[in-house]
């Protein structure tokens, strides 16, 4: 139990282009969905929380009119990069919990490239 | 300010040997401590988790060992074989924070020598 799913895996973009980024709890309802980005060798990076059918929660320094959040459902979480440039080049990662619990789950994580 | 601070950095071991990794943490309202464990170019995997009301809890081969007066835990993993060489990742949630946010520390890279 407690899958989470990421789609896609691996995405190549060009400069200037949106990407957008689906986050599926399997078999729980994840009320809350966290984003985090990961860069090479480093320790994972908080960038939102989104609970479902409400705004995301940034965090400090992260633009929420260049990573949009929507969590319209209890399985679906979407960020979208939008206007992507080399430097939002990472390892994107999303998890999620169901309500009242600590537990997070974790997805398999998105490799996003910006050319 | 890092409010989970791990080590070691990295740390090899040698095949049936134990592997302790560190974690120390300043904020005393934290009130669940996970372990996740992590492969290359895969998301964390949640290990073992523990509570503060309790001192220790183990799963299989893993041990969590929870020092609350010195704000402290560790991961232990006993007989350790070369599939478990993987970053590990302690991580700690303060329930005030409203979305029971993970604060994670730094990673470890584990390398289990055959």
């Known amino acids: 139990g407690a899958v989470v799913s990421q789609h896609p895996s691996r995405v190549i973009c060009k400069s200037g282009t949106s990407v957008k980024i689906e986050c599926r709890s399997l078999?729980?309802?994840?009320?809350?969905m966290f984003w985090y980005r990961q860069f090479p060798k480093q320790s994972l990076m908080l960038m939102a929380t989104?609970?479902?059918?409400?705004?995301?929660?940034?965090e400090q320094g992260v633009e929420k009119d260049k990573f949009l959040i929507n969590h319209a459902s209890l399985t679906l979480s979407t960020l979208t990069v939008t206007s992507a440039h080399p430097e939002d080049s990472s390892f994107y990662i999303c998890s999620a919990s169901d309500r009242g619990r600590y537990e997070q789950y974790f997805g398999p994580g998105t490799r996003l490239t910006v050319t | 300010q890092q409010q989970v601070k791990q080590s070691p950095q990295s740390l090899i071991v040698q095949k049936g040997g134990i592997s302790i990794i560190n974690c120390a943490y300043e904020n005393t309202a934290f009130d669940y401590f996970p372990w996740y464990q992590q492969f290359p170019g895969k998301g964390p995997a949640l290990l073992i988790a523990?509570?503060?009301?309790?001192s220790e809890k183990k799963e299989g081969r893993f041990t969590i060992s929870f020092n609350k007066s010195a704000k402290q835990f560790s991961l232990h993993i006993m007989d350790s074989q070369p599939g478990d060489s993987a970053t590990y990742f302690c991580?700690?949630?303060?329930?005030?924070?409203?979305?029971?946010?993970?604060?994670f520390g730094q990673g470890t890279r584990l390398t289990i020598n055959p």
């Open positions: 991580a700690a949630t303060d329930p005030y924070s409203g979305a029971q946010k993970l604060v």
């Open positions: 989104s609970n479902e059918g409400s705004k995301a929660t940034y």
């Open positions: 078999d729980f309802q994840a009320t809350t």
């Open positions: 523990i509570r503060p009301d309790v």
